[in-house]
């Protein structure tokens, strides 16, 4: 069906309203990469550099060896693992094998991972030589179908005398002990032979992610998007980008090649990192610059800034408290930013005054996208010129794409431009659906003349020059750093401890990572668990950015006549003060 011109006299110049070529299998972007620039270099880790046609290698083979272990078509492989080098071999080796791979985030505790492992039914799992990961992952695939167990370590992709001097002061992470029966990464490859099994994907029907998200509210549900939703996703985004490639220079298309350099800041287990960053620099030949932990250096966070100074990193994709980490950073100008000629941000609201910030140090130019973990992630994108651009906006809808405004109680009449409503997608990238969960996709897809909705839970407007706005969100989603943190899931350990008779959480202002969680806690008759020991609670069962930073304790929480716990009006509260 041949979407409408998009009602907007700006729309960038040279974009195509639609895209086509693009249903192919993912790991289809490595083998034509790999077979046009065998030697360009893909991944830069503390001065390791593996090729593409290594890293074509090396996914071949864990598919070859994943294939020995039973693993088929449709089976379930997670990774549990940071920004490592081995990541783009494992990902692109899992769906070689016809599997559909399982992404999870390396911040996770154990029993949040292994819900995710159980919910998805994984039978395969790779994860991180190191004290921590590889305790959380001990207890998480307890009572799991993981059959297989992958250990990674970074020595063998570390110049031989970084790994030498690590391995002798002892500064390589290593896990304590390893469990009898689980296999090192590297004696895996080693072993197997670079022959992918021979399996058919038809892109536009076969699975090739399940990506945990709370959706719109609640417990994380698994958004199950297939090949051609990301292949869709890197074709969109590589025609919408147009910027100077020179300091003064004429606005040309992205260039492919290895001219490029992107910076590996965001996690590539979240949908944005892994197709605006990892995808996209594999289908342009780019070099990716791994950064397994940002904040790394002393101050927090100048590991980053010594990684686009001494790789040249060109293309910066982040959420926007990465972007208020550059330019709040202490040594900013002892280091040398002028190789960043565009940035993309996304995963939560930029604020205007925190972009111009950035701009005015740096001298790099902010980009404004949209999207969702349902759609692979990317929606809608600011055009990425100054003159075209509109701050505070997202832009208009990628090619193939189509998004309409529509009303919040049944989602199915299209309202009147310039008025808000709830934000519906339609496109290649959209996700099939919840993994195992009819129910909720009742809830978030909708047909309007002929297509097949999703609604967002955003809240937004299409103003008079056709830019899309979000003005509101429709749920109680908190997102704290550009991750989304939903209140139920972490009222629901709050009300596991035996002296919390009420709870309530909300998102209030935070100046570095947007939002953080604050509880608020009616306890038991006769309790008397301090606010210190209850946040203790919380961190050993929810990840970092999921934890309240605060609890006030309260004699009752505000309640709608039906017995409801009213978070708005907490809300609202804390916005007055």
Same mark, same amino acid.
């Given at each position: 069906?041949?979407?409408?011109?998009?009602?907007?006299?700006?729309?960038?110049?040279?974009?195509?309203?639609?895209?086509?070529?693009?249903?192919?299998?993912?790991?289809?972007?490595?083998?034509?990469?790999?077979?046009?620039?065998?030697?360009?270099?893909?991944?830069?880790?503390?001065?390791?550099?593996?090729?593409?046609?290594?890293?074509?290698?090396?996914?071949?083979?864990?598919?070859?060896?994943?294939?020995?272990?039973?693993?088929?078509?449709?089976?379930?492989?997670?990774?549990?693992?940071?920004?490592?080098?081995?990541?783009?071999?494992?990902?692109?080796?899992?769906?070689?094998?016809?599997?559909?791979?399982?992404?999870?985030?390396?911040?996770?505790?154990?029993?949040?991972?292994?819900?995710?492992?159980?919910?998805?039914?994984?039978?395969?799992?790779?994860?991180?030589?190191?004290?921590?990961?590889?305790?959380?992952?001990?207890?998480?695939?307890?009572?799991?179908?993981?059959?297989?167990?992958?250990?990674?370590?970074?020595?063998?992709?570390?110049?031989?005398?970084?790994?030498?001097?690590?391995?002798?002061?002892?500064?390589?992470?290593?896990?304590?002990?390893?469990?009898?029966?689980?296999?090192?990464?590297?004696?895996?490859?080693?072993?197997?032979?670079?022959?992918?099994?021979?399996?058919?994907?038809?892109?536009?029907?076969?699975?090739?992610?399940?990506?945990?998200?709370?959706?719109?509210?609640?417990?994380?549900?698994?958004?199950?998007?297939?090949?051609?939703?990301?292949?869709?996703?890197?074709?969109?985004?590589?025609?919408?980008?147009?910027?100077?490639?020179?300091?003064?220079?004429?606005?040309?298309?992205?260039?492919?090649?290895?001219?490029?350099?992107?910076?590996?800041?965001?996690?590539?287990?979240?949908?944005?990192?892994?197709?605006?960053?990892?995808?996209?620099?594999?289908?342009?030949?780019?070099?990716?610059?791994?950064?397994?932990?940002?904040?790394?250096?002393?101050?927090?966070?100048?590991?980053?800034?010594?990684?686009?100074?001494?790789?040249?990193?060109?293309?910066?994709?982040?959420?926007?408290?990465?972007?208020?980490?550059?330019?709040?950073?202490?040594?900013?100008?002892?280091?040398?930013?002028?190789?960043?000629?565009?940035?993309?941000? =996304?995963?939560?609201?930029? *604020?205007?005054?925190? $972009?111009?910030? !950035?701009? /005015?140090?740096? @001298?790099?130019?902010? %980009?404004?996208?949209?999207?969702?973990?349902?759609?692979?992630?990317?929606?809608?994108?600011?055009?990425?010129?100054?003159?075209?651009?509109?701050?505070?906006?997202?832009?208009?809808?990628?090619?193939?794409?189509?998004?309409?405004?529509?009303?919040?109680?049944?989602?199915?009449?299209?309202?009147?431009?310039?008025?808000?409503?709830?934000?519906?997608?339609?496109?290649?990238?959209?996700?099939? =659906?919840?993994?195992?969960? *009819?129910?909720?996709? $009742?809830?978030? !897809?909708? /047909?309007?003349? @002929?297509?097949?909705? %999703?609604?967002?839970?955003?809240?937004?407007?299409?103003?008079?020059?056709?830019?899309?706005?979000?003005?509101?969100?429709?749920?109680?989603?908190?997102?704290?750093g550009g991750f989304n943190c939903y209140p139920r899931e972490v009222e629901e350990?709050?009300?596991?401890?035996?002296?919390?008779?009420?709870?309530?959480?909300?998102?209030?202002?935070?100046?570095?990572?947007?939002?953080?969680?604050?509880?608020?806690?009616?306890?038991? *008759?006769?309790?008397?668990?301090?606010?210190?020991?209850?946040?203790?609670?919380?961190?050993?069962?929810?990840?970092?950015?999921?934890?309240?930073?605060?609890?006030?304790?309260?004699?009752?929480?505000?309640?709608?006549?039906?017995?409801?716990?009213?978070?708005?009006?907490?809300?609202?509260?804390?916005?007055?003060k």
């Open positions: 069906m041949t979407l409408k011109p998009w009602p907007t006299p700006h729309w960038p110049e040279g974009v195509p309203r639609e895209v086509f070529g693009f249903e192919k299998p993912v790991f289809s972007l490595l083998d034509e990469t790999a077979k046009k620039y065998p030697d360009n270099v893909y991944t830069i880790f503390n001065d390791g550099k593996r090729t593409f046609a290594q890293v074509k290698d090396t996914a071949d083979r864990v598919a070859n060896f994943l294939a020995s272990r039973g693993i088929k078509k449709g089976d379930r492989v997670a990774i549990f693992l940071p920004n490592l080098p081995q990541y783009p071999a494992i990902y692109f080796g899992i769906l070689k094998t016809g599997a559909v791979c399982v992404t999870c985030n390396p911040l996770y505790t154990a029993d949040e991972l292994n819900y995710q492992l159980n919910d998805a039914g994984a039978k395969a799992v790779f994860v991180m030589d190191h004290p921590d990961f590889y305790k959380t992952s001990l207890k998480a695939i307890q009572n799991t179908a993981i059959e297989t167990v992958v250990i990674c370590n970074i020595k063998s992709y570390l110049p031989g005398f970084k790994a030498f001097l690590g391995g002798l002061l002892g500064k390589i992470p290593k896990a304590e002990h390893h469990e009898p029966g689980h296999l090192m990464f590297d004696d895996v490859v080693a072993a197997a032979k670079p022959e992918p099994p021979d399996v058919q994907i038809d892109p536009n029907e076969d699975l090739a992610l399940i990506i945990y998200t709370g959706g719109t509210t609640g417990v994380p549900k698994g958004a199950a998007l297939k090949h051609a939703s990301f292949t869709h996703n890197v074709e969109a985004v590589s025609k919408w980008m147009s910027f100077p490639h020179e300091p003064g220079g004429p606005a040309e298309p992205l260039r492919g090649g290895g001219f490029h350099c992107f910076l590996g800041v965001l996690p590539w287990y979240h949908s944005f990192g892994m197709t605006v960053v990892m995808l996209a620099s594999c289908a342009t030949a780019s070099r990716l610059i791994c950064i397994p932990d940002p904040r790394a250096g002393n101050p927090p966070f100048t590991g980053v800034l010594e990684a686009v100074q001494k790789y040249r990193a060109t293309l910066v994709i982040a959420v926007p408290t990465i972007y208020v980490a550059f330019t709040n950073h202490p040594l900013l100008d002892k280091f040398d930013l002028t190789s960043m000629l565009a940035c993309g941000s =996304g995963g939560a609201p930029m *604020p205007v005054e925190a $972009a111009k910030k !950035f701009e /005015e140090k740096t @001298g790099a130019i902010i %980009f404004e996208g949209y999207g969702l973990s349902e759609t692979a992630p990317i929606a809608a994108l600011n055009p990425t010129s100054i003159e075209k651009r509109k701050m505070g906006s997202i832009g208009f809808p990628v090619p193939s794409t189509d998004i309409k405004i529509v009303d919040q109680d049944t989602g199915l009449k299209e309202l009147p431009q310039g008025e808000d409503g709830e934000i519906a997608i339609s496109g290649p990238q959209v996700m099939v =659906g919840y993994w195992n969960r *009819p129910d909720a996709n $009742a809830e978030v !897809f909708r /047909e309007i003349d @002929g297509r097949r909705f %999703f609604l967002t839970g955003d809240i937004g407007n299409i103003d008079a020059e056709g830019y899309i706005t979000i003005t509101d969100r429709k749920k109680d989603l908190i997102l704290v350990v709050l009300y596991g401890h035996e002296d919390v008779l009420n709870a309530a959480v909300v998102g209030i202002p935070d100046e570095k990572s947007g939002e953080s969680v604050k509880a608020f806690v009616q306890l038991a *008759p006769g309790a008397t668990v301090t606010e210190k020991e209850l946040l203790a609670y919380c961190k050993e069962r929810l990840a970092g950015y999921k934890r309240p930073r605060s609890i006030e304790f309260r004699d009752e929480l505000p309640v709608s006549v039906v017995g409801k716990v009213l978070r708005r009006v907490l809300r609202d509260e804390e916005l007055k």
